[in-house]
């Protein structure tokens, strides 16, 4: 048994700002040893990210108390009996879908998600369906998997991806989630032809992740779309055009792929208009579950349009992961772009009250 420091989430739907309201706390908690196929990770950096925000506000239901965080990276320090391909002091990148190899999902090649993760994940566990954190002898939920916002963390080996030690922490622990996803959404969603012009709505984390990736695809150009004029600078500075909806609306622009990154419906009812004929949606956003999409199937089936949905950008982690890994290595995903600060563990609440503001691309915590 360790001892711990993490943040856990103890009240859904709390009021902002979160730093008063507090549901978030700084706790002291017991760690478990990892079972026979898991690893205990010394977590270097997390990553704030939407996916937090939206069990903190109430977006998506998770049982509580839950000691939060996904977005991750660390040395692993102890390993299971029955542990492949991982050692002591190897860097691993958290990933918030274990995928269990066995399943219809695990067999579509990224295209779904793992049966037996997403359970796990919606019951608060460990692939295993067991809990390694308590806190006065009363369990703790994980969080996707991972319970990132901690000093150290147990996971499944199925739920981390070893990257060598040239990758720097904070870059490691932004290709588990932000670039998995938004890089996922273009290359494995998406897939623009060479010679066409894609569409990128909503630039927070995972859309300008997104960019930057899609920056890299020879012969594609990009256009980055957002309200907020700051994120569309960066955009323009990494070397997309930007815009407005409403500018590209007016102005009569449609692209053959566009991928919508925001998590709401304007968003991505602005994402569906911008779609050319025989084009292709692509939504990587997770609004309310109970939101709506307005959509005419005549609009769809006239014009040859597809919407497709990509969860964790339709990746296989242990096959994408090294691939960004070596693009950051050959300069081509410039990653500490989307880094707006740094924090520490007991400013958390805080940062998600800059997240929910809508200022902030990734503000990394480091531990």
Not at 85 to 106: K, N, Q, S
Not at 288 to 314: F, I, K, M, N, Q
Request: proline share 6%.
């Amino acid at each position: 048994m360790t001892t711990i420091r993490g943040a856990v989430l103890h009240e859904i739907g709390a009021e902002r700002p979160y730093a008063e309201s507090r549901p978030l706390r700084v706790e002291t908690l017991e760690l478990a040893g990892p079972g026979a196929t898991e690893v205990l990770v010394r977590i270097e950096c997390a990553g704030l990210c939407h996916s937090d925000l939206s069990v903190v506000d109430g977006n998506r239901a998770r049982p509580v108390p839950m000691l939060l965080g996904h977005e991750a990276a660390g040395i692993v320090e102890e390993v299971g009996t029955s542990v492949p391909a991982l050692a002591v002091g190897d860097r691993v990148v958290m990933t918030f879908l274990p995928r269990c190899g066995e399943c219809r999902g695990c067999a579509s090649n990224g295209a779904s998600p793992c049966e037996r993760g997403s359970a796990s994940n919606a019951a608060g566990t460990l692939l295993s369906g067991e809990r390694r954190l308590s806190m006065a002898g009363e369990p703790i939920h994980h969080h996707l998997g991972v319970s990132g916002f901690a000093t150290h963390a147990v996971v499944d080996h199925r739920s981390v991806v070893r990257v060598d030690a040239d990758v720097p922490a904070d870059v490691a622990s932004l290709l588990g989630c932000a670039v998995l996803t938004g890089g996922g959404a273009v290359l494995n969603a998406a897939r623009p032809e060479p010679g066409s012009t894609i569409g990128i709505v909503g630039l927070g984390g995972v859309g300008m992740a997104a960019v930057l990736v899609a920056l890299g695809v020879p012969d594609v150009e990009v256009v980055a779309i957002d309200p907020v004029a700051e994120k569309r600078a960066l955009a323009e500075r990494l070397g997309a055009r930007a815009a407005t909806a409403d500018e590209l609306s007016d102005a009569g622009e449609r692209f053959a792929t566009v991928v919508e990154a925001a998590g709401a419906i304007p968003a991505l009812e602005a994402a569906v208009a911008l779609t050319a004929p025989g084009g292709r949606t692509v939504t990587v956003g997770l609004p309310h579950p109970d939101a709506r999409l307005a959509l005419s199937p005549t609009a769809l089936v006239g014009e040859g349009r597809s919407l497709v949905g990509s969860y964790l950008g339709s990746a296989v982690p242990s096959r994408d992961i090294p691939l960004y890994a070596q693009m950051w290595r050959e300069g081509r995903l410039d990653v500490d772009v989307l880094v707006s600060s740094r924090i520490g563990l007991d400013e958390i609440a805080a940062g998600m009250d800059a997240l929910a503001s809508g200022a902030a691309l990734r503000q990394i915590v480091d531990l």
